[in-house]
Nanobody, 115 residues
Framework: QVQLVESGGGLVQAGDSLRLSCSASERLSNVYNMGWYRRAPGKEREVVAFIVAGDIAKYADSVKGRFTISRDKADNTLYLQMDSLKLEDTAVYYC?????????WGQGTQVTVSS
């Protein structure tokens, strides 16, 4: 069973930066969509950013200009660079990878932004 493992979350102050990472326990082929989602307390899970068709990145309006999604094909890792963090970015962040016929989720990493 392939597992995705996120890391990089933590407690930061508003305006700080964090970089999340997501790695697979084994190399996956034909990954056509890689993304980050988050669930804030009391809210539904929402998409944050994703990469499709290889390298086309899409972002939620709430994070445009502050977050950057990227992937390192060599080490099979997905990243989310989060800059200018706001209180409302506090959430559990999950990575999601899709291959034909399969969808994989990480266990989540907590990001807490304080004032």
């Amino acid at each position: 069973q392939v597992q995705l493992v996120e890391s990089g979350g933590g407690l930061v102050q508003a305006g700080d930066s964090l970089r999340l990472s997501c790695s697979a326990s084994e190399r996956l082929s034909n990954v056509y969509n890689m993304g980050w989602y988050r669930r804030a307390p009391g809210k539904e899970r929402e998409v944050v950013a994703f990469i499709v068709a290889g390298d086309i990145a899409k972002y939620a309006d709430s994070v445009k200009g502050r977050f950057t999604i990227s992937r390192d094909k060599a080490d099979n890792t997905l990243y989310l660079q989060m800059d200018s963090l706001k209180l409302e970015d506090t959430a559990v962040y999950y990575c999601n990878w899709m291959t034909p016929g399969n969808e994989y989720w990480g266990q989540g990493t907590q990001v807490t932004v304080s004032s």
